[in-house]
């Protein structure tokens, strides 16, 4: 439960300080803002879906579904996408 507690504090964090930035005129809004803020929303409208599914697994009302995945092609990814953060730092 810590787990999940951090996962949905850290994007609830980010729209709060974005969107007080925003209400006291220290951020302007704009297209990338807009655009961020609405990743963080997705991600936790995912997160709590994936909630919903786990308390449905637990209850023996949804099925597990398994399938082969390929850990390489994954892991690819994950660098693909972290390459510009750690670029910049």
């Known amino acids: 439960m810590a787990g999940i507690a951090h996962e949905l504090r850290t994007p609830l964090t980010i729209l709060k300080a974005n969107l007080e930035g925003i209400a006291d005129g220290v951020i302007t809004p704009n297209v990338e803002q807009m ?14 879906g994936e909630l919903r599914d786990l308390s449905l697994l637990e209850a023996g009302q949804l099925q597990a579904e398994f399938a082969l995945l390929d850990i390489a092609q994954l892991l690819r990814e994950i660098v693909g996408k972290s390459k510009p953060l750690a670029s910049e730092k």
């Open 35 to 48: 655009s961020s803020l609405t990743e963080e929303v997705d991600r936790l409208t995912k997160l709590v």
